[in-house]
């Protein structure tokens, strides 16, 4: 029963401190308005204009030029005149088009402004333009922009990792579960290819495992462009699976997660419920004092926003909306590895993963992960410490992890 405790104790310890990170001021401005003024913009003497230079926000590069009929260039009035565009950042697969708007805030300043698109809140309303700014501003998911990687990525990476390609004891495993409950925590340094100088990205990422089969991931990712955002990710996840001891040994499971999303910024509050699920097999066969093994996984992964994320006056709602419309994305990742006793009590090891999206107009970026790693055995625990190194064509990240398998 004390076990027990401590589990769910530490557990609950995780959560709080990547959730400690949602509270803080929440500003009165919303919608466009706050977005833009986030970015680096350029004021005329006048107070009449104000220009946003390529801002970066989020996946997009914005560029604007606001006219401040209401002579209030820290807000986009009702009446201002807005000449916007839109663009994908370099490295995006399947990218849109820009897209370009030029009007009235609102039907209120159709007479100043002129333009034949209406206002700019019908324009966001449009399916077609909702569908690409999603698109553009969040390509793949929400997860993706805010947390360096999405959660589904994530979670198929760190049950092949430390389950389907878990190799520390797997001559000691029998019965369903996960192969090795216990911890781990990492910290990864994340560099978008298209960085300036200034830029910098890092993560806080960790796993507890409550029991063989029960685990609590949670991640926490700051990066610093056009302007500093934080994002949150708390998710459960369910893994049994079954071994055949055989020549070969086989591992065949599945998985069921759900959990939170959350990211808090100058320019844009965004939270959404993150759920998913899928099978994975991997095969696993000793030669001597060596072990290879390799594995497959296929995940189906949803996002979807609370109604409460944008009020019926925030001109960004239309991003609750896409996101919630866009259907399931499949993800499909395999991988090796190789490990080689080098003493009764330590073993080197490599593992590699290779992650390739399935949607169809899917427009987020395969990856592929690296690990290296030594286990020491302490008795029945053991501890493992080692480098990963993850890669995008549009972002790449370097890790520092520690581990402890407890056996329970």
């Known amino acids: 029963m004390a076990t027990s405790l401590t589990?769910?104790?530490?557990?609950?310890?995780?959560?709080?401190?990547?959730?400690?990170?949602?509270?803080?001021?929440?500003?009165?401005?919303?919608?466009?308005?706050?977005?833009v003024n986030a970015l680096p913009r350029v004021v005329s003497d006048d107070r009449r204009q104000t220009i946003v230079p390529g801002g970066r926000l989020f996946g997009g590069?914005?560029?604007?030029?606001?006219?401040?009929?209401?002579?209030?260039?820290?807000r986009i009035g009702r009446t201002d005149c807005i000449n916007l565009v839109v663009s994908?950042?370099?490295?995006?697969?399947?990218?849109?088009?820009?897209?370009v708007f030029a009007g009235p805030r609102t039907a209120a300043g159709a007479?100043?402004?002129?333009?034949?698109?209406?206002?700019?809140?019908?324009?966001?309303?449009?399916?077609?333009?909702?569908?690409?700014?999603?698109?553009?501003?969040?390509?793949?998911?929400?997860?993706?922009?805010?947390?360096?990687?999405?959660?589904?990525?994530?979670?198929?990476?760190?049950?092949?990792?430390?389950?389907?390609?878990?190799?520390?004891?797997?001559?000691?495993q029998g019965g369903g579960g996960r192969a090795l409950a216990g911890g781990l925590i990492e910290f990864e340094s994340l560099r978008r290819r298209d960085a300036q100088p200034g830029d910098s990205g890092?993560?806080?990422?960790?796993?507890?495992?409550?029991?063989?089969?029960?685990?609590?991931?949670?991640?926490?990712?700051?990066?610093?462009?056009?302007?500093?955002?934080?994002?949150t990710s708390v998710m459960v996840d369910y893994h049994p699976f079954i071994e055949?001891?055989?020549?070969?040994?086989?591992?065949?499971?599945?998985?069921a997660r759900g959990g939170v999303l959350y990211s808090r910024s100058p320019a844009v509050d965004v939270g959404s419920v993150e759920f998913g699920g899928g099978g994975w097999g991997s095969g696993f066969k000793d030669l001597g004092r060596v072990r290879?093994?390799?594995?497959?996984?296929?995940?189906?992964?949803?996002?979807?926003?609370?109604?409460?994320?944008?009020?019926?006056?925030?001109?960004?709602?239309?991003?609750?909306?896409?996101?919630n419309d866009r259907g399931l994305l499949y993800d499909f990742t395999y991988g090796g590895t190789a490990s080689v006793d080098t003493s009764r009590r330590t073993r080197l090891m490599v593992k590699l993963l290779e992650n390739t999206p399935m949607s169809l107009r899917?427009?987020?970026?395969?990856?592929?992960?690296?690990?290296?790693?030594?286990?020491?055995?302490?008795?029945?625990?053991?501890?493992?410490?080692?480098?990963?190194?993850?890669?995008?064509?549009?972002?790449t990240g370097n890790s520092l992890y520690f581990q402890g398998n407890f056996d329970w």
């Open 111 to 172: 007479a100043l402004c002129g333009g034949t698109q209406g206002s700019f809140d019908d324009w966001t309303r449009d399916r077609r333009v909702a569908d690409a700014l999603l698109q553009i501003l969040f390509p793949g998911s929400l997860g993706a922009a805010v947390l360096g990687r999405s959660p589904g990525e994530m979670s198929t990476e760190q049950l092949l990792l430390t389950t389907a390609l878990g190799t520390e004891d797997v001559r000691q």
């Open 362 to 395: 899917d427009s987020r970026l395969g990856s592929w992960l690296v690990s290296t790693g030594v286990s020491y055995r302490l008795g029945l625990p053991t501890i493992n410490i080692g480098y990963q190194r993850y890669s995008t064509p549009a972002v």
């Open 88 to 99: 994908p950042r370099p490295g995006q697969r399947n990218a849109p088009g820009p897209e």
């Open 7 to 35: 589990r769910v104790a530490w557990s609950v310890t995780i959560a709080v401190l990547t959730t400690s990170s949602l509270a803080g001021a929440q500003t009165t401005d919303s919608g466009l308005s706050r977005a």
């Open 292 to 323: 290879v093994g390799a594995g497959v996984m296929l995940q189906g992964s949803k996002s979807w926003v609370p109604g409460g994320i944008f009020d019926d006056n925030d001109d960004l709602r239309f991003l609750a909306t896409a996101i």
């Open 202 to 231: 890092w993560a806080w990422q960790g796993i507890y495992g409550i029991s063989r089969t029960l685990a609590v991931q949670a991640r926490f990712a700051q990066e610093h462009e056009s302007f500093t955002n934080s994002g």
């Open 244 to 255: 055949i001891d055989r020549t070969v040994q086989w591992r065949i499971g599945g998985t």
């Open 61 to 74: 590069l914005i560029t604007a030029t606001i006219t401040n009929n209401d002579g209030d260039p820290d």
